[in-house]
């Protein structure tokens, strides 16, 4: 089973768990690929790289040691009589594809109906970066955001849209820039609200 196996809990941080290499050990890897790449790791403009590639993984998969279920604790007491959805687009997304490490760059657009909970929507786009900041397929990247919302502000419903680019497609193998991937989850009311699910995904695609 996989750290991000839609049966598991979406708000897992199992990966913490895992016996994590050194920081020499990881900086021999990145090492170990450069000369695999055919170049010298010793060279005056590849010293350095190991140490920049750590720091640049500690940005790209920092979700792993952050909590969703936390980030979306607070709620405000004050519109907790909102009862119409709550839409917030145009979220910028950047992950790794799981295959070949590679860029996923897009926008994802989350949307919930609250039953009594209302959270800040900075909190939406924070647990959109948790997921993304791990290595990730889109299809369940899109559903993981869902689940979570899903499970801790117990809403009526949930729809979650992701579009994006996957750089193993666009710079590599059969080589289409420009390509992009649309996934979708629809929780609760979200499946069954045709005029919602109308216009949420109509308006997605402008």
Not at 2 to 13: A, E, M, T, V, Y
Request: glycine share 8%.
């Amino acid at each position: 089973m996989g750290l991000h196996d839609f049966s598991i809990k979406p708000d897992s941080n199992s990966g913490l768990d895992l016996d994590k290499p050194s920081e020499q050990e990881a900086l021999e890897a990145v090492r170990t690929l450069l000369r695999w790449a055919g170049d010298d790791p010793n060279r005056e403009g590849l010293k350095e790289t190991p140490k920049r590639v750590l720091k640049a993984y500690n940005e790209w998969f920092k979700g792993y040691a952050e909590n969703p279920t936390k980030i979306l604790g607070k709620t405000f007491q004050e519109v907790e009589g909102y009862d119409d959805w709550v839409v917030l687009k145009s979220i910028r997304l950047e992950s790794y594809c799981e295959h070949h490490l590679a860029p996923i760059i897009g926008n994802a657009r989350v949307a919930y109906l609250p039953d009594g909970l209302v959270v800040g929507i900075s909190k939406l786009a924070r647990v959109v970066e948790v997921y993304s900041k791990r290595l990730q397929i889109q299809e369940r990247l899109t559903r993981e955001i869902g689940l979570i919302i899903e499970k801790v502000l117990k809403p009526k419903g949930v729809a979650v849209l992701v579009e994006a680019e996957h750089h193993c497609m666009c710079t590599r193998g059969v080589n289409k820039p420009g390509t992009a991937l649309v996934t979708t989850t629809f929780l609760g009311e979200a499946k069954t609200d045709i005029d919602f699910r109308r216009s949420f995904l109509d308006r997605s695609s402008r």
